[in-house]
Each structure stands twice: as structure tokens, then as C-alpha cells.
T-cell receptor, first 110, second 116 residues
Framework: KQEVTQIPAALSVPEGENLVLNCSFT??????LQWFRQDPGKGLTSLLL?????REQTSGRLNASLDKSSGRSTLYIAASQPGDSATYLC?????????FGAGTTVTVRA | EAGVVQSPRYKIIEKKQPVAFWCNPI?????LYWYRQNLGQGPELLIR????????DSQLPKDRFSAERLKGVDSTLKIQPAELGDSAVYLC??????????????FGPGTRLTVL
């Protein structure tokens, strides 16, 4: 069974600081690794999807890396803004099944 | 393009009562998922549909939960009878049914269920 862990559970940073969110997974036989954002009371929004053959993906200020051999992925958010405050979840895909971590709740202070 | 629609957004019921959640996926998306998200945790898959066929219901508590997807579009998830431990957010997601390596799931806003 795939186990996904996200550390830390919560993070508070001043505006402008770069964010580093960590995700680890136990089963390296994944199809892809996905990062989602969840705002309070809302569903999940897909941010980045890294296929198993890729090392990283970038979208604007977001960059995600994947190291399958060590079972780790990292999401970097450059120059954080108050609007980046949310919970960020990673999910490892085995076939069509996504196994989620519990998330990292980020607060960006103005 | 409209997103995944779910209703109701909130539901409060007494234990032992029945409850139903409805989901309308993105048009053209053949795959539909129901997840349950407990407070402070990530979503956990309950059931996955390919068109109208439930292809993975291994995590669905079949003694009290049931689901259907008539005509391969809308879906309903039902709990009967509800228990206190069923309090959670129930999320619906859909995808186009592309290759597993590239399939992106799109989530609805969820239904927050409170069982008293």
C-alpha cells in the first residue's frame, strides 16, 4: 500500500520568502506525482503533474522535482505572496489511484 | 468549461438517517471518482467509475454505502444509515480517461457532511 507523508504539517513565512514543501512516498512504482492546492471549504486544484519519467515540472513561480529512487518530491514556490496561503497536498499515482498526503498548510504573512 | 458540480454543499443529519450526494462531472470526462476527506487528512478514494461501470470499489464500505452512475454521466453516493464516523467532506472528481501517467483529476468543491 502506498504511503505518502508531507512534512512539515504547517509553515508560516513572510511575504517574498521562497517556500519549500516536502513529500515522500513508499512505493516508487508510480505513474506520476501530483501537487494540489486546497483553499478552506473548497475542492482541490491541480498545480503540477510530474510523470514518472520526468525529473521536474515548472509553472510560473512553481517548480516541482521528483526523485523516484529516493521516494521524494519537492514543491518550490518562489517569492511567496499572501495569495499563496492554502493547504498543499501531494499525491502519488499508482495506475489511476491517487494516494494523498495529509498536506502542508502554508500561511504567507503580509 | 464548467467544473465539477456537487450538491448539496453542506448537510447535517442525525445518525441512522440516510443521506445522498450528487455529482455532475466535466462534460466529456468518462472517469468519475468519489473521495472522502477526513479533517486534517488527504482524500481517500471510495469508488472509481469508467463510464457507468464501477471499476474500483474496493474501499467503499458496502454495508452502508452505495453509488451509482446512470448513463455514465451524473453520479450519486448514498449512505444508509449514517454513523457519527461518517462526518467528513465527500469529494467528487473527474478525468478524461487518458493514460495513467498523464491523467489529471479535476475536483468539485465537495459536500461537508456532519452527523449528529
Amino acid at each position: 500500500k502506498q504511503e505518502v507523508t508531507q512534512i512539515p504539517a504547517a509553515l508560516s513565512v513572510p511575504e517574498g520568502e521562497n517556500l519549500v514543501l516536502n513529500c515522500s512516498f513508499t512505493d516508487s512504482a508510480i505513474y506520476n506525482l501530483q501537487w494540489f492546492r486546497q483553499d478552506p471549504g473548497k475542492g482541490l486544484t491541480s498545480l503540477l503533474l510530474i510523470q514518472s519519467s520526468q525529473r521536474e515540472q515548472t509553472s510560473g513561480r512553481l517548480n516541482a522535482s521528483l526523485d523516484k529512487s529516493s521516494g521524494r518530491s519537492t514543491l518550490y514556490i518562489a517569492a511567496s505572496q499572501p495569495g499563496d496561503s492554502a493547504t498543499y497536498l501531494c499525491a502519488a499515482s499508482n495506475d489511476y489511484k491517487l494516494s494523498f498526503g495529509a498536506g502542508t498548510t502554508v500561511t504567507v504573512r503580509a | 468549461e464548467a467544473g465539477v458540480v456537487q450538491s448539496p454543499r453542506y448537510k447535517i443529519i442525525e445518525k441512522k438517517q440516510p443521506v445522498a450526494f450528487w455529482c455532475n462531472p466535466i462534460s466529456g470526462h468518462n472517469t468519475l471518482y468519489w473521495y472522502r476527506q477526513n479533517l486534517g487528512q488527504g482524500p481517500e478514494l471510495l469508488i472509481r467509475y469508467e463510464n457507468e461501470e464501477a471499476v474500483d470499489d474496493s474501499q467503499l464500505p458496502k454495508d452502508r454505502f452505495s453509488a451509482e452512475r446512470l448513463k455514465g454521466v451524473d453520479s450519486t453516493l448514498k449512505i444508509q444509515p449514517a454513523e457519527l464516523g461518517d462526518s467528513a467532506v465527500y469529494l467528487c472528481a473527474s478525468s478524461r480517461e487518458g493514460r495513467p501517467s498523464t491523467d489529471t483529476q479535476y475536483f468539485g468543491p465537495g459536500t461537508r457532511l456532519t452527523v449528529l
